[in-house]
């Protein structure tokens, strides 16, 4: 069973939104500051947000002012509500710790498109 499990990608049109979610192993998620990562067919998986065990976050400035990560010490989970998307923001979203140490998990598509 993965440590890492993302879900809540799918299908949207611009300007619409979505809310990703991922569970992490309690020895993951504990300790660590955690992070939200995208890959775009052809391109290398960059950064997209992190938060500290504290609440401090961090965003790239393509996303910032639509995405807001947060997350849930209580359930081991983070995550990643995304609004008013364009089309650049179709990728794979991966989660893991910030900076990343562990495996990537299968990841959730994210489509935005008309």
């Known amino acids: 069973q993965g440590q890492l499990v993302e879900s809540g990608g799918g299908l949207v049109q611009p300007g619409g939104s979505l809310r990703l979610s991922c569970a992490a192993s309690?020895?993951?998620?504990?300790?660590?500051?955690m992070g939200w990562y995208r890959q775009a067919p052809g391109t290398q998986r960059e950064f997209v947000a992190s938060?500290?065990?504290?609440?401090?976050?961090n965003y790239v400035d393509s996303v910032k002012g639509r995405f807001t990560i947060s997350r849930d010490n209580a359930q081991n989970t983070v995550y990643l509500q995304m609004s008013s998307l364009k089309p650049e923001d179709t990728a794979v979203y991966y989660c893991?710790?910030?900076?990343?140490?562990?495996?990537w998990g299968q990841g959730t598509q994210v489509t935005v498109s008309s």
């Open positions: 938060i500290t065990n504290g609440g401090t976050t």
């Open positions: 893991n710790t910030f900076p990343r140490r562990y495996n």
């Open positions: 309690r020895s993951i998620f504990s300790t660590n500051a």
